[in-house]
């Protein structure tokens, strides 16, 4: 299982950016995904989770309305599209996946947010 994350940067709040996630090793279109954050001296907190199709996406509350998840399966790529940043979005963004009851992480991508 490989997870590969891009798209992070320096953006100025009330901005926009989008993530990507590309996976390989497994049969992506089996299996939910999750987007996960870890902001400096803070615990790594769940910020979205979508189902198998697409069909259906949870988002934690602080960001709920402002980050939308997709995913592609033709291309084995989840997104997380974030818009209105705040500096209080600044972290690491790792996408995840547990496949047969294994978690498996990529390294990250970090955004920071600030004028």
């Known amino acids: 299982v490989q997870l590969v994350e891009s798209g992070g940067g320096l953006v100025q709040p009330g901005g926009s950016l989008r993530l990507s996630c590309a996976a390989s090793?497994?049969?992506?279109?089996?299996?939910?995904m999750r987007w996960y954050r870890q902001a400096p001296g803070k615990d790594r907190e769940l910020v979205a989770e979508?189902?198998?199709?697409?069909?259906?996406?949870n988002y934690a509350d602080s960001v709920k309305g402002r980050f939308t998840m997709s995913r592609d399966n033709a291309k084995n790529t989840v997104y997380l599209q974030m818009n209105s940043l705040k500096p209080e979005d600044t972290a690491v963004y790792y996408c995840?996946?547990?496949?047969?009851?294994?978690?498996?992480w990529g390294k990250g991508t970090l955004v920071t947010v600030s004028s």
């Open positions: 979508i189902t198998r199709a697409g069909g259906s996406r």
């Open positions: 090793g497994f049969t992506f279109s089996s299996y939910a």
């Open positions: 995840a996946v547990s496949v047969y009851g294994m978690d498996y």
